[in-house]
Protein backbone atom coordinates (compact mmCIF):
# COMPACT_ATOMS: atom_id res chain seq x y z
CA UNK A 1 0.00 0.00 0.00
CA UNK A 2 1.48 3.77 -1.03
CA UNK A 3 0.87 6.55 0.92
CA UNK A 4 1.90 9.87 -0.16
CA UNK A 5 1.17 12.18 2.73
CA UNK A 6 1.94 9.81 5.86
CA UNK A 7 5.84 7.98 6.06
CA UNK A 8 7.00 5.18 8.23
CA UNK A 9 6.25 7.49 11.60
CA UNK A 10 2.86 9.58 10.62
CA UNK A 11 3.37 13.23 8.68
CA UNK A 12 6.93 14.69 9.13
CA UNK A 13 9.11 17.89 7.88
CA UNK A 14 9.88 21.11 8.20
CA UNK A 15 7.53 23.95 9.71
CA UNK A 16 6.17 25.99 7.40
CA UNK A 17 6.67 23.54 4.19
CA UNK A 18 4.11 21.25 2.73
CA UNK A 19 2.85 19.07 4.39
CA UNK A 20 3.82 20.61 8.03
CA UNK A 21 1.41 24.01 6.82
CA UNK A 22 -1.54 25.11 8.50
CA UNK A 23 -3.95 24.82 5.34
CA UNK A 24 -2.50 21.03 5.03
CA UNK A 25 -2.98 20.09 9.03
CA UNK A 26 -6.03 21.93 9.47
CA UNK A 27 -7.82 19.65 5.85
CA UNK A 28 -6.07 16.88 8.01
CA UNK A 29 -7.88 17.48 11.46
CA UNK A 30 -11.40 17.58 9.10
CA UNK A 31 -10.20 14.51 7.64
CA UNK A 32 -9.12 12.75 10.24
CA UNK A 33 -12.87 13.74 11.76
CA UNK A 34 -14.64 12.77 8.79
CA UNK A 35 -12.87 9.29 9.22
CA UNK A 36 -13.85 8.76 12.55
CA UNK A 37 -17.49 9.89 11.98
CA UNK A 38 -17.29 7.18 9.27
CA UNK A 39 -16.01 4.53 11.47
CA UNK A 40 -18.25 5.10 14.39
CA UNK A 41 -15.74 6.17 16.59
CA UNK A 42 -18.02 9.32 18.73
CA UNK A 43 -15.39 9.74 21.33
CA UNK A 44 -13.11 12.81 21.97
CA UNK A 45 -9.53 13.09 19.69
CA UNK A 46 -6.90 13.81 22.55
CA UNK A 47 -4.18 15.97 21.45
CA UNK A 48 -1.05 16.01 22.49
CA UNK A 49 2.74 17.31 21.64
CA UNK A 50 5.89 18.14 22.73
CA UNK A 51 7.52 21.51 23.35
CA UNK A 52 8.45 23.04 20.03
CA UNK A 53 6.82 26.53 19.26
CA UNK A 54 5.20 25.09 15.89
CA UNK A 55 2.81 23.07 18.40
CA UNK A 56 0.68 25.78 19.46
CA UNK A 57 -0.30 26.22 15.88
CA UNK A 58 -0.30 22.85 14.66
CA UNK A 59 -2.29 22.55 18.00
CA UNK A 60 -4.59 25.13 17.00
CA UNK A 61 -5.55 24.20 13.24
CA UNK A 62 -5.78 20.44 14.28
CA UNK A 63 -8.38 21.31 16.83
CA UNK A 64 -10.50 23.80 14.41
CA UNK A 65 -10.34 21.04 11.84
CA UNK A 66 -11.39 18.54 14.28
CA UNK A 67 -14.49 20.82 15.44
CA UNK A 68 -15.64 21.65 11.72
CA UNK A 69 -16.17 17.58 11.26
CA UNK A 70 -18.04 17.72 14.73
CA UNK A 71 -15.28 16.25 16.36
CA UNK A 72 -14.93 17.16 20.12
CA UNK A 73 -11.25 17.66 21.14
CA UNK A 74 -9.71 17.29 24.52
CA UNK A 75 -6.01 19.30 24.75
CA UNK A 76 -3.32 17.40 26.86
CA UNK A 77 -0.49 19.93 26.65
CA UNK A 78 3.17 18.57 26.85
CA UNK A 79 2.91 14.91 27.06
CA UNK A 80 5.70 11.84 26.16
CA UNK A 81 3.94 10.25 22.93
CA UNK A 82 3.12 6.95 25.07
CA UNK A 83 1.70 8.99 27.86
CA UNK A 84 -1.02 10.34 24.81
CA UNK A 85 -1.12 6.64 23.89
CA UNK A 86 -1.54 5.52 27.64
CA UNK A 87 -4.91 7.87 27.61
CA UNK A 88 -6.16 6.98 24.25
CA UNK A 89 -6.94 3.68 25.63
CA UNK A 90 -7.81 4.30 28.83
CA UNK A 91 -10.48 7.12 28.03
CA UNK A 92 -13.28 7.17 26.57
CA UNK A 93 -11.11 8.64 23.19
CA UNK A 94 -12.16 7.85 19.37
CA UNK A 95 -8.40 8.27 18.58
CA UNK A 96 -5.62 10.44 19.87
CA UNK A 97 -3.22 12.85 18.16
CA UNK A 98 0.69 13.32 18.67
CA UNK A 99 2.19 16.83 17.97
CA UNK A 100 6.08 16.10 18.05
CA UNK A 101 9.04 15.86 15.54
CA UNK A 102 10.49 13.56 17.89
CA UNK A 103 14.74 13.63 17.92
CA UNK A 104 14.56 16.32 15.18
CA UNK A 105 15.15 19.94 15.67
CA UNK A 106 12.92 22.31 16.51
CA UNK A 107 12.11 23.66 13.62
CA UNK A 108 10.85 20.02 12.05
CA UNK A 109 7.63 19.05 13.25
CA UNK A 110 5.31 15.81 12.34
CA UNK A 111 1.98 14.23 13.39
CA UNK A 112 0.77 10.66 14.75
CA UNK A 113 -2.25 9.39 15.61
CA UNK A 114 -3.22 6.60 17.61
CA UNK A 115 -6.22 4.42 17.47
CA UNK A 116 -8.75 4.07 20.08
CA UNK A 117 -6.98 1.20 21.75
CA UNK A 118 -3.67 3.16 21.64
CA UNK A 119 -1.80 1.75 18.53
CA UNK A 120 -0.87 3.47 15.90
CA UNK A 121 -3.16 3.81 13.06
CA UNK A 122 -2.64 1.19 10.36
CA UNK A 123 -1.68 1.45 6.89
CA UNK A 124 -5.68 1.08 5.48
CA UNK A 125 -6.52 3.74 8.04
CA UNK A 126 -4.23 6.16 6.99
CA UNK A 127 -4.92 5.34 3.31
CA UNK A 128 -8.74 6.43 3.54
CA UNK A 129 -7.76 9.66 5.32
CA UNK A 130 -5.40 10.32 2.46
CA UNK A 131 -8.48 10.07 0.12
CA UNK A 132 -10.33 12.28 2.26
CA UNK A 133 -8.15 14.87 2.03
CA UNK A 134 -8.58 15.24 -1.76
CA UNK A 135 -12.11 15.83 -1.35
CA UNK A 136 -13.05 19.70 -0.53
CA UNK A 137 -13.82 19.68 2.86
CA UNK A 138 -17.37 21.15 4.17
CA UNK A 139 -18.24 21.83 7.58
CA UNK A 140 -21.33 20.50 10.17
CA UNK A 141 -24.17 22.70 10.89
CA UNK A 142 -23.12 25.25 14.05
CA UNK A 143 -25.14 23.01 16.75
CA UNK A 144 -23.40 19.72 15.56
CA UNK A 145 -19.50 21.69 16.02
CA UNK A 146 -17.18 19.92 18.06
CA UNK A 147 -16.26 21.41 21.29
CA UNK A 148 -12.37 21.85 22.65
CA UNK A 149 -11.63 21.48 26.74
CA UNK A 150 -8.30 20.96 28.14
CA UNK A 151 -8.00 17.35 30.46
CA UNK A 152 -6.63 18.99 33.20
CA UNK A 153 -5.32 15.93 34.96
CA UNK A 154 -3.36 14.42 32.04
CA UNK A 155 0.20 14.21 33.41
CA UNK A 156 -1.34 13.19 36.96
CA UNK A 157 -2.47 9.92 35.46
CA UNK A 158 0.04 9.48 33.04
CA UNK A 159 2.25 9.88 36.34
CA UNK A 160 0.67 7.24 38.58
CA UNK A 161 0.52 5.01 35.37
CA UNK A 162 4.46 4.90 34.83
CA UNK A 163 4.97 4.65 38.46
CA UNK A 164 2.41 1.43 38.57
CA UNK A 165 4.71 -0.25 35.94
CA UNK A 166 7.29 -1.89 38.54
CA UNK A 167 7.17 -4.50 41.36
CA UNK A 168 6.03 -1.68 44.70
CA UNK A 169 8.06 -4.70 46.56
CA UNK A 170 10.69 -3.30 44.87
CA UNK A 171 12.64 0.24 46.25
CA UNK A 172 14.65 2.30 43.87
CA UNK A 173 15.65 4.78 46.58
CA UNK A 174 18.75 6.30 47.10
CA UNK A 175 19.65 5.21 43.70
CA UNK A 176 21.64 8.75 42.24
CA UNK A 177 20.50 9.23 38.67
CA UNK A 178 21.15 12.00 36.11
CA UNK A 179 18.08 12.81 34.03
CA UNK A 180 18.21 14.65 30.48
CA UNK A 181 14.75 15.59 29.55
CA UNK A 182 16.17 17.02 26.53
CA UNK A 183 13.91 20.20 26.65
CA UNK A 184 11.13 18.17 25.71
CA UNK A 185 8.09 16.35 26.23
CA UNK A 186 9.14 14.86 29.41
CA UNK A 187 10.45 17.96 31.34
CA UNK A 188 7.75 17.67 34.04
CA UNK A 189 6.47 14.05 34.23
CA UNK A 190 9.83 12.11 33.68
CA UNK A 191 11.52 14.37 37.32
CA UNK A 192 8.42 13.66 39.03
CA UNK A 193 7.90 9.96 38.42
CA UNK A 194 11.09 9.59 39.29
CA UNK A 195 11.66 12.03 42.26
CA UNK A 196 7.97 10.41 43.29
CA UNK A 197 10.23 6.46 43.75
CA UNK A 198 12.52 8.24 45.88
CA UNK A 199 15.31 8.56 43.26
CA UNK A 200 18.07 11.05 44.11
CA UNK A 201 17.66 12.66 41.03
CA UNK A 202 20.17 15.38 39.06
CA UNK A 203 17.78 16.78 36.19
CA UNK A 204 19.44 18.53 33.02
CA UNK A 205 17.45 20.36 30.13
CA UNK A 206 14.12 20.35 31.55
CA UNK A 207 13.84 24.28 30.79
CA UNK A 208 12.11 24.66 27.41
CA UNK A 209 11.94 27.13 25.26
CA UNK A 210 10.15 26.23 22.30
CA UNK A 211 13.40 26.32 20.34
CA UNK A 212 16.17 24.33 22.71
CA UNK A 213 14.28 20.50 22.28
CA UNK A 214 16.76 18.13 21.14
CA UNK A 215 19.44 21.25 21.09
CA UNK A 216 22.97 19.13 22.18
CA UNK A 217 21.00 17.43 24.52
CA UNK A 218 18.82 14.39 24.94
CA UNK A 219 19.43 10.62 23.77
CA UNK A 220 20.81 12.00 20.46
CA UNK A 221 23.47 14.28 22.10
CA UNK A 222 24.74 12.67 25.62
CA UNK A 223 28.16 14.25 26.34
CA UNK A 224 27.03 16.86 28.49
CA UNK A 225 25.03 13.98 30.29
CA UNK A 226 28.22 11.66 30.39
CA UNK A 227 30.54 14.64 31.89
CA UNK A 228 27.55 14.84 34.55
CA UNK A 229 27.63 11.61 35.35
CA UNK A 230 31.12 11.68 36.11
CA UNK A 231 31.25 14.67 37.88
CA UNK A 232 28.51 13.54 40.13
CA UNK A 233 29.54 10.00 40.66
CA UNK A 234 25.50 9.15 39.59
CA UNK A 235 24.95 5.89 39.42
CA UNK A 236 23.87 6.29 35.67
CA UNK A 237 22.28 8.79 33.53
CA UNK A 238 19.20 8.38 31.56
CA UNK A 239 18.67 10.37 28.23
CA UNK A 240 15.20 10.95 26.55
CA UNK A 241 14.24 12.38 23.18
CA UNK A 242 11.83 14.80 22.57
CA UNK A 243 8.88 12.87 22.57
CA UNK A 244 10.27 10.19 25.55
CA UNK A 245 9.18 7.73 23.32
CA UNK A 246 12.96 6.23 23.09
CA UNK A 247 15.56 6.43 26.04
CA UNK A 248 19.42 5.40 26.11
CA UNK A 249 21.55 5.71 29.35
CA UNK A 250 25.26 6.27 30.71
CA UNK A 251 26.40 3.99 32.93
CA UNK A 252 28.59 5.11 35.83
CA UNK A 253 31.82 5.13 34.17
CA UNK A 254 30.39 7.81 31.77
CA UNK A 255 30.30 4.89 29.15
CA UNK A 256 26.78 5.19 26.96
CA UNK A 257 24.51 2.05 26.77
CA UNK A 258 22.48 2.01 23.54
CA UNK A 259 18.71 0.58 23.08
CA UNK A 260 20.53 -2.88 22.07
CA UNK A 261 21.57 -3.21 25.32
CA UNK A 262 19.00 -1.80 27.48
CA UNK A 263 16.89 -4.49 25.43
CA UNK A 264 19.28 -7.33 26.28
CA UNK A 265 19.11 -6.03 30.03
CA UNK A 266 15.32 -6.38 30.64
CA UNK A 267 15.31 -9.74 28.24
CA UNK A 268 18.10 -11.31 30.28
CA UNK A 269 16.38 -10.66 33.47
CA UNK A 270 12.80 -11.48 32.87
CA UNK A 271 14.78 -15.02 31.98
CA UNK A 272 16.58 -14.48 35.58
CA UNK A 273 13.27 -14.07 37.27
CA UNK A 274 11.64 -17.05 35.96
CA UNK A 275 8.78 -14.60 33.88
CA UNK A 276 7.43 -15.33 30.82
CA UNK A 277 9.91 -14.77 27.92
CA UNK A 278 9.08 -16.26 25.12
CA UNK A 279 11.41 -14.03 22.63
CA UNK A 280 13.00 -10.87 20.83
CA UNK A 281 12.13 -8.34 18.21
CA UNK A 282 14.23 -6.77 16.68
CA UNK A 283 15.54 -4.44 13.50
CA UNK A 284 18.42 -5.09 10.61
CA UNK A 285 19.87 -2.62 12.66
CA UNK A 286 20.46 -4.33 15.82
CA UNK A 287 23.92 -5.54 16.91
CA UNK A 288 24.62 -9.26 16.11
CA UNK A 289 26.11 -9.29 20.03
CA UNK A 290 22.94 -8.82 20.98
CA UNK A 291 21.29 -11.72 18.47
CA UNK A 292 23.85 -14.11 19.86
CA UNK A 293 23.91 -13.16 23.67
CA UNK A 294 20.14 -13.71 23.72
CA UNK A 295 20.49 -17.53 21.94
CA UNK A 296 23.11 -17.79 24.66
CA UNK A 297 20.20 -17.76 27.23
CA UNK A 298 18.04 -19.25 24.95
CA UNK A 299 15.74 -16.36 24.32
CA UNK A 300 14.31 -16.52 20.42
CA UNK A 301 15.27 -13.34 18.37
CA UNK A 302 13.94 -12.14 14.96
CA UNK A 303 14.81 -9.19 12.99
CA UNK A 304 12.16 -6.60 11.26
CA UNK A 305 12.93 -3.58 8.85
CA UNK A 306 13.77 -0.30 10.98
CA UNK A 307 10.38 0.86 13.09
CA UNK A 308 9.11 1.06 15.67
CA UNK A 309 5.73 -0.13 13.88
CA UNK A 310 7.18 -2.98 12.39
CA UNK A 311 9.29 -4.32 15.46
CA UNK A 312 5.27 -3.85 17.44
CA UNK A 313 4.03 -6.10 14.23
CA UNK A 314 6.39 -8.70 14.59
CA UNK A 315 6.13 -8.95 18.07
CA UNK A 316 1.91 -8.81 18.01
CA UNK A 317 2.28 -11.83 14.97
CA UNK A 318 4.87 -13.97 17.27
CA UNK A 319 2.68 -13.63 20.41
CA UNK A 320 6.21 -11.90 21.90
CA UNK A 321 6.27 -9.14 24.57
CA UNK A 322 9.36 -7.42 24.53
CA UNK A 323 11.22 -5.29 21.06
CA UNK A 324 13.39 -2.81 20.41
CA UNK A 325 15.62 -0.67 18.79
CA UNK A 326 19.69 0.25 18.54
CA UNK A 327 18.38 3.78 18.49
CA UNK A 328 16.50 2.90 22.56
CA UNK A 329 12.97 2.38 21.36
CA UNK A 330 11.93 -0.27 23.71
CA UNK A 331 8.42 -1.84 23.42
CA UNK A 332 7.00 -3.72 26.50
CA UNK A 333 3.47 -4.78 25.24
CA UNK A 334 2.73 -6.43 28.67
CA UNK A 335 2.82 -2.69 29.73
CA UNK A 336 2.05 -0.25 27.15
CA UNK A 337 1.23 -0.23 23.27
CA UNK A 338 4.00 1.36 22.60
CA UNK A 339 7.60 2.60 22.92
CA UNK A 340 7.57 4.48 26.39
CA UNK A 341 11.10 5.69 27.31
CA UNK A 342 10.26 6.39 31.13
CA UNK A 343 8.88 2.78 31.75
CA UNK A 344 11.91 1.46 29.71
CA UNK A 345 13.76 3.26 32.25
CA UNK A 346 12.23 2.06 35.19
CA UNK A 347 12.50 -1.50 34.08
CA UNK A 348 16.37 -1.29 33.67
CA UNK A 349 16.42 0.42 37.16
CA UNK A 350 14.47 -2.46 38.65
CA UNK A 351 17.16 -5.03 36.66
CA UNK A 352 19.65 -2.78 38.75
CA UNK A 353 18.13 -2.83 42.01
CA UNK A 354 16.62 -6.46 42.01
CA UNK A 355 20.51 -7.95 41.04
CA UNK A 356 22.63 -5.84 42.98
CA UNK A 357 24.80 -5.17 39.78
CA UNK A 358 25.65 -1.78 38.04
CA UNK A 359 24.66 -1.12 35.03
CA UNK A 360 28.33 -1.65 33.50
CA UNK A 361 27.73 -5.17 34.08
CA UNK A 362 24.67 -6.09 33.60
CA UNK A 363 25.29 -4.14 29.60
CA UNK A 364 28.67 -6.11 29.33
CA UNK A 365 27.00 -9.06 29.60
CA UNK A 366 25.82 -8.53 25.92
CA UNK A 367 28.60 -9.11 23.73
CA UNK A 368 28.85 -6.43 21.02
CA UNK A 369 30.25 -6.16 17.68
CA UNK A 370 32.00 -2.96 16.79
CA UNK A 371 29.71 -0.94 14.08
CA UNK A 372 30.27 2.04 11.45
CA UNK A 373 27.43 4.31 10.84
CA UNK A 374 27.18 7.44 8.21
CA UNK A 375 24.51 9.46 7.24
CA UNK A 376 24.28 11.04 3.63
CA UNK A 377 22.20 14.35 2.81
CA UNK A 378 20.01 12.89 0.04
CA UNK A 379 16.84 14.63 -1.84
CA UNK A 380 13.43 12.82 -2.17
CA UNK A 381 13.02 9.92 -3.84
CA UNK A 382 17.11 8.88 -4.16
CA UNK A 383 16.73 6.21 -1.76
CA UNK A 384 15.86 3.35 -3.97
CA UNK A 385 18.13 4.93 -7.11
CA UNK A 386 21.28 4.61 -4.84
CA UNK A 387 20.30 0.94 -3.57
CA UNK A 388 20.38 -0.04 -7.47
CA UNK A 389 22.98 1.65 -8.73
CA UNK A 390 25.66 -0.65 -10.28
CA UNK A 391 28.41 1.07 -8.31
CA UNK A 392 26.82 1.15 -4.83
CA UNK A 393 26.17 -2.56 -5.56
CA UNK A 394 29.63 -3.35 -6.41
CA UNK A 395 31.41 -0.99 -3.92
CA UNK A 396 28.92 -3.46 -0.93
CA UNK A 397 29.52 -6.59 -2.53
CA UNK A 398 33.16 -6.11 -2.00
CA UNK A 399 32.86 -5.28 1.25
CA UNK A 400 30.85 -7.85 2.33
CA UNK A 401 33.11 -10.61 0.23
CA UNK A 402 36.09 -8.60 3.12
CA UNK A 403 33.41 -8.58 6.11
CA UNK A 404 32.54 -12.28 5.76
CA UNK A 405 30.10 -14.50 7.90
CA UNK A 406 30.86 -12.30 10.20
CA UNK A 407 29.73 -9.32 9.62
CA UNK A 408 27.20 -7.25 7.26
CA UNK A 409 25.97 -4.30 5.79
CA UNK A 410 22.66 -1.99 5.38
CA UNK A 411 22.13 0.50 3.32
CA UNK A 412 18.44 2.28 3.60
CA UNK A 413 17.00 5.43 3.16
CA UNK A 414 16.05 7.33 6.35
CA UNK A 415 11.61 7.33 6.86
CA UNK A 416 11.77 10.50 8.69
CA UNK A 417 15.10 13.10 7.14
CA UNK A 418 16.30 13.34 4.05
CA UNK A 419 19.38 11.04 4.49
CA UNK A 420 20.39 7.73 3.24
CA UNK A 421 22.26 5.52 6.51
CA UNK A 422 25.10 3.31 5.59
CA UNK A 423 26.07 0.63 8.45
CA UNK A 424 28.69 -1.94 8.51
CA UNK A 425 29.08 -4.40 11.67
CA UNK A 426 32.21 -7.08 11.99
CA UNK A 427 34.86 -7.77 14.35
CA UNK A 428 37.23 -5.09 13.20
CA UNK A 429 36.20 -1.13 13.75
CA UNK A 430 39.78 -0.33 11.46
CA UNK A 431 38.22 -2.49 8.70
CA UNK A 432 35.08 -1.15 8.63
CA UNK A 433 35.91 2.27 8.32
CA UNK A 434 38.03 1.40 5.29
CA UNK A 435 34.98 0.02 3.88
CA UNK A 436 32.34 2.29 4.90
CA UNK A 437 34.86 5.02 3.14
CA UNK A 438 34.49 2.60 0.10
CA UNK A 439 30.71 2.59 -0.20
CA UNK A 440 30.35 6.43 0.79
CA UNK A 441 32.32 7.27 -1.80
CA UNK A 442 30.69 4.96 -4.62
CA UNK A 443 27.21 6.67 -2.98
CA UNK A 444 28.90 10.10 -3.73
CA UNK A 445 29.31 9.02 -7.36
CA UNK A 446 26.03 7.94 -8.17
CA UNK A 447 24.13 11.21 -6.71
CA UNK A 448 26.23 13.23 -8.21
CA UNK A 449 25.79 12.53 -11.77
Known amino acids: MTLSLFGTDGVRGRVGVEPICPDTILKLGWA ?8 GQS ?3 LIGKDTRLSGYMLESVLEAGLCSAGKDTALLGPLPTPGISYLTRTT ?3 AGI ?7 PHYDNGIKIFSTTGDKINDPSLAEIEQLMMQPPDCVAAELLG ?5 DDARKRYIDYCKDTIDPETSLENLHVVLDCANGAAYDVAPRVFSGLGIDLTVMNAEPDG ?7 GSTDMRKLQSRVRESGADLGIAFDGD ?4 LMIDEDGSEVNGDQLLYILAAHRKRKGSAISGVVGTILSNLGLQESLQDVDIPFARTKVGDRYVREEMITRGWELGGET ?6 LDKSTTGDGIVSALGVLTAMRETGERLSQLARAMKYYPQCAMNIPIEAGQGSFIEQHPAVRNAVSDAESKLGPSGRIVLRASGTEPLFRVMLEGKDSRQLEKLADGVVKAIHRAISR
Open 244 to 247: ADRM
Open 32 to 39: IGKYLNRS
Open 211 to 217: YNINQEC
Open 327 to 332: SGHILC
Open 98 to 104: VISGSHN
Open 92 to 94: DAG
Open 43 to 45: GPV
Open 147 to 151: KAYRM
